[in-house]
């Protein structure tokens, strides 16, 4: 069965230091993996999509890495900021209109 | 940025009662979503809607669950009779163009439907 998995419920870093959140999946091929942030009491924002065939992603801050022998993407947040406190979303579907699927998430906390 | 809508943001039902969660998705996107959160769990998807039909459904999604389309902007969830374990947070999104799996969804801020 398909699974994903953010091993990390929660993680506190330094203001200024580099936040690194884990996503871990099984049976998902072709991979295509979404990061998504979440406030409290609030939807799911879109940050970044990596595809199967690509190795790395990068918004501003923020760079995604696929790795599809070890069956992981990291998500990479440089210079955090007590803004980006929030809980990151890992998403992954196959192809075509196969539903979206989420990990639980890695609720993330900066501190000044 | 044009965005999702949802209204209410709250919704408090007697159980047993039919309930209707509103979405008004954002104007030139085709394919529309219902997903929910119960408190602390993640985000579960329940049925995807295009070209006023479902295209899936998940097994959360049943005879008790309905889509609709009633017009060309509001995208509704009814919920026949509800049940205690109905209580989470309703989340509607939309994507614009083909189901291609690169197309990011946005989605609206929800409905807490609390359920007594």
């Known amino acids: 069965s398909q699974k994903i998995e953010q091993n990390s419920e929660a993680l506190n870093i330094q203001e200024g230091k580099t936040a690194t959140l884990t996503c871990n999946y099984t049976?998902?091929?072709?991979?295509?993996l979404q990061w998504y942030r979440q406030d409290p009491g609030r939807g799911p924002v879109f940050l970044l999509l990596i595809r199967e065939n690509e190795k790395e992603k990068r918004k501003e801050r923020l760079k995604v890495t696929f790795d599809t022998t070890l069956k992981q993407s990291l998500f990479h947040i440089t210079a955090s900021q007590p803004a980006d406190s929030a809980t990151y979303l890992c998403a992954l579907r196959n192809s075509g209109n196969t539903p979206l699927v989420f990990g639980k998430g890695t609720r993330l906390s900066v501190i000044a | 940025e044009p965005e999702v809508t949802q209204t209410p943001s709250h919704q408090v039902t007697q159980m047993g009662q039919e309930v209707i969660l509103r979405c008004v998705p954002i104007?030139?996107?085709?394919?529309f979503y219902w997903y929910r959160q119960i408190l602390g769990q993640k985000v579960e998807f329940l049925v995807s809607?295009?070209?006023?039909?479902?295209?899936?459904k998940s097994e959360i999604f049943d005879d008790q669950f309905s889509v609709e389309r009633p017009d060309g902007s509001n995208f509704t969830l009814k919920i026949r009779s509800t049940k205690l374990e109905d209580s989470a947070m309703y989340f509607c999104?939309?994507?614009?163009?083909?189901?291609?799996?690169?197309?990011?969804?946005?989605f609206g801020d929800g409905t807490r439907l609390s359920i007594l």
């Open positions: 809607f295009y070209n006023n039909e479902i295209s899936e």
């Open positions: 999104a939309s994507s614009v163009g083909q189901p291609a799996p690169n197309q990011p969804q946005h």
């Open positions: 049976n998902y091929s072709p991979a295509y």
């Open positions: 104007s030139n996107h085709l394919y």
